[in-house]
């Protein structure tokens, strides 16, 4: 008999968090602000990050879950920049949100966030590096000291674009950032 009342409880609790992860439907926005900094240079996929809620979850005019209430959330993709091209990925998406003091799961469209291009800052150091070997060959010993100081040059300015050339998706701690609920 003790069995028998054990499965049936577990099942209406199984019954009743799954009510709860209805309370939030598809298309609900939710607003956080994430705990501590993601970075496309350090992140895993896999890895969980912790946020706020910046903004109360209402539906159909009640209030679901109050501003400042926990939100976990997990790393689905992360992509490390590359020195001379491809700069970093991130994207995120939200797993859970406290509603009525329990964590509810809840799918979201995923969150992608983009490092700055290479292109302009690399033609920039490369560009400038060949354009100062050319000068100072120019005046060391004419055209063909130029055109030695131009591939010099560039040289140099590739270098330094290696060197500096990482360009991350950063995610700043406390950033507010919008997810869409989705149906599971």
Not at 40 to 62: I, M, Q, W, Y
Not at 96 to 125: D, E, L
């Amino acid at each position: 008999m003790l069995g028998k009342s054990l499965k049936i409880a577990s099942v209406l609790v199984l019954m009743a968090l799954g009510a709860m992860a209805q309370t939030i439907p598809a298309g609900t926005r939710l607003t956080v602000r994430v705990g501590s900094e993601i970075s496309s240079g350090t992140a895993k996929a896999g890895d969980r990050f912790d946020a706020t809620l910046a903004r109360p979850v209402v539906v159909n005019g009640k209030t679901l879950a109050r501003t400042g209430a926990p939100v976990r959330g997990k790393v689905t993709s992360a992509k490390s920049s590359g020195r001379l091209h491809a700069p970093g990925e991130l994207t995120l998406r939200l797993t859970s949100v406290q509603v009525n003091g329990r964590m509810v799961p809840i799918a979201t469209h995923a969150y992608s966030a983009k490092g700055k291009g290479h292109t302009k800052s690399n033609a920039t150091k490369i560009g400038g590096g060949a354009a100062a070997g050319a000068l100072i060959g120019a005046l060391a010993g004419g055209g063909k000291a130029a055109a030695i100081g131009a591939g010099v040059g560039a040289g140099a300015g590739t270098g330094v674009a290696v060197a500096t050339g990482k360009e991350e998706a950063v995610v700043p701690a406390e950033a507010a950032l919008t997810f869409t609920t989705t149906a599971k």
